[in-house]
Structure formats: structure tokens, C-alpha cells
């Protein structure tokens, strides 16, 4: 049995609609495959996402399985029920273990930088010739998983292959016309009925080597100035409970930029040695938005460019 699953931590809607839709694919091609989480999804598998009712399969690997990895290949971050040494295959488009999985796999690594690994997927089902055979279910969870990852097609990581997917996809997905807007909506209201669960399902202890602050959330909204307006009292009281070397990420999809929050000096200026801002009390805003991962990116070749010691700032 072929077991496809994800992260540790949390499932995003780009993780969700892999292991669901790969399963697929694999289940039609006579490969046995389940995909199988221990995360809960986060808020942006929204209200409308839950009720197509994709199900997980409650299966409990056996020692014949093998592993195959959707939307990570950090293996700190790996599902606790997955053994590294029999993973198998890996899609994904976080930076930082390419090399590492190269290796291991070969060619069955599959890791490049992409809008979102849903387009990965969608690109198995197209070589396979069998995408008139997808479910109106994963059609429209990968279309969506497309639309979060890429930032409705604004993040710096969104590529031609992402825009092709997202409109097969949605042709055979059945979605409303305004689906984009709806579905950010949706997210956004998940996340301001509970905030600090919000907060603690999209954060991420960072490495020293990625010359980020130590911890590191985000959340994407329709609307972030009308979040922070509201909110950020107790955004800034949570946050502040992580330690004092902090970042939020608030992407706000309909004005196309990132408010970043920090509060410290020192959270600032890592920022600012890998992209120039303009702080303005604990607050900075950045046209287009960015991602984490697009941040860590910078963080990391900020990194290997130049000798530790030559860092002067
Ligand atoms: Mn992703």
C-alpha cells in the first residue's frame, strides 16, 4: 500500500487536495494508495472545502507500506506516522532538502519551485491522459489548493503551469464564477471566529541558518487592513507569548500586498537585511505580498552567499 500524506503540524488546502487527489490518480492507475493524515486540516480548508467531504482514510500504516510525501520534504516537518527510510516519492515545492532527496530518490523526488503542488499533481493526471477521469471533488480541491498557494496568481512563486492547471481544473470543477473571492472570505472568517488557533496553525519555529525571525506565522485573508483593525491588540498579545523574535505574515489577497508585523528591532532588521521595509510601529507593508517560503528563500541564499563571519549587520 502506497500511504500519501503530509505534514506534521497542519494540513493546508494544498496538502489536503494532494494526498486526496494523487491517491486518486494512483487507486485509478491499480496502484493501491490511501491518503492518510494524523493533521487537522487548517483555515484555509474552508467551510465550503469541508462540506465536499473528501474523506481521509482511517488507516494505520503496516511495515509493508511506503510513504509518498505531498507538499513537504523538510523531514523535520513530516507526519509522525512516516518512516523516513521507506518514503518513496516525494512532490513538493518548499526549497531547502532538494538536494538531500535528489540522493535518496532520483528521479522519484520531485521538487521544484511552483505556485503550489497541486500543480504538480494535476500535471501526474495530465501525462497519465486520464484527466477527463478526475472527480469533480479533487478537480475543484486542486483548483483551490492552486488559488491559496499562489495568492489568486499573485505570489512570486506562481508560474505559467499554475495558471494552465487552475483553468482546466476549474472547467471541469463546477465552481461559481466568483469562487476566488468567496473562498477568501471564507478563510478569513475562519480565522477571526478563532484567532489564536488561526495563529498557531500556520507558525513555524525557524532554523538560525534561515535568517528569519525565530518564529514565524501567516495567514492569508480577503482583507488585512480590516483584520488588523480589529485585531491586532490581541494578534500582538498572542504573538508576544512565543518569545520576543517574531514575525506575522498577514497576505491580503484583494490590495495584492504583506503587512508584517514584528516587534522588535532585531525581528526588523532581519527582515530588512534580506528585503528593504519600511517600518512604521511594528508594522510594514509590502507590495506585491510575499510567503514564507519566498522569504525563506531570500533568508536562505542570503545564507550561502556569504561566510557567516562576513555578515556585518
Ligand atoms: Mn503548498
Known amino acids: 500500500m502506497k500511504i500519501i500524506t503530509s505534514g506534521a503540524s497542519y494540513l493546508d488546502i ?13 487507486n485509478l492507475q491499480g496502484v493501491p494508495a490511501r491518503a492518510v493524515s494524523s493533521a487537522q486540516p487548517n483555515v484555509s480548508v474552508s467551510q465550503t472545502v469541508l462540506g465536499w467531504a473528501a474523506a ?19 523531514y523535520y516537518h513530516f507526519d509522525p506516522l512516516v518512516v523516513r527510510e521507506r518514503v518513496v516519492e516525494i512532490i513538493d515545492h518548499h526549497p531547502g532538502y532538494e538536494h538531500y532527496w535528489a540522493q535518496k530518490l532520483g528521479s522519484a523526488a520531485d521538487i521544484r519551485p511552483i ?8 500535471q501526474r493526471w495530465q501525462t497519465a491522459g486520464v484527466l477527463p477521469q478526475i472527480s469533480v471533488q479533487s478537480a475543484a480541491l486542486l483548483a483551490t489548493a492552486i488559488l491559496d498557494n499562489t495568492l489568486n496568481f499573485t505570489g512570486q512563486m506562481t508560474t505559467p503551469a ?25 478563510c478569513q472568517a475562519n480565522i477571526e471566529s478563532n484567532l489564536g488557533s488561526a495563529l498557531a496553525a500556520d507558525s513555524k519555529r525557524m532554523k ?4 528569519l525571525p525565530g518564529f514565524f506565522a501567516q495567514m492569508t485573508v480577503w482583507d488585512a487592513d480590516a483584520l488588523l483593525q480589529k485585531h491586532r491588540p ?30 522588535t528591532e532585531v525581528s526588523q532588521q532581519k527582515l ?10 511594528g508594522l510594514a507593508v509590502r507590495a506585491p505580498s510575499m510567503l514564507r517560503k519566498e522569504l525563506l528563500k531570500l533568508g536562505l541564499d542570503a545564507g550561502s552567499h556569504c561566510a557567516p563571519n562576513s555578515i556585518v549587520q
Open 272 to 281: 530588512n537585511r534580506l528585503l528593504p521595509l519600511d517600518w512604521q510601529a
Open 208 to 211: 538560525p541558518e534561515s535568517n
Open 234 to 263: 490581541m494578534i500582538n498579545g498572542w504573538m508576544a507569548q512565543q518569545g520576543d523574535d517574531w514575525l506575522l505574515n498577514v497576505i491580503s489577497i484583494r490590495d495584492h500586498k504583506s503587512c508584517f508585523l514584528a516587534p
Open 14 to 26: 494544498d496538502a489536503y487536495a494532494c494526498c486526496i487527489a494523487y491517491a486518486e490518480l494512483l
Open 56 to 74: 481521509f482514510d482511517d488507516y494505520l500504516p503496516t511495515l509493508d507500506d511506503e510513504f509518498v510525501m505531498v507538499d513537504v520534504s523538510d
Open 162 to 186: 499554475d495558471i494552465e492547471a487552475y483553468t482546466d481544473l476549474t472547467s471541469r470543477a463546477k465552481l461559481p464564477a466568483d469562487w476566488p473571492r468567496q473562498y477568501f472570505l471564507e
Open 115 to 122: 505556485g503550489a503542488a497541486a500543480t504538480q499533481v494535476f
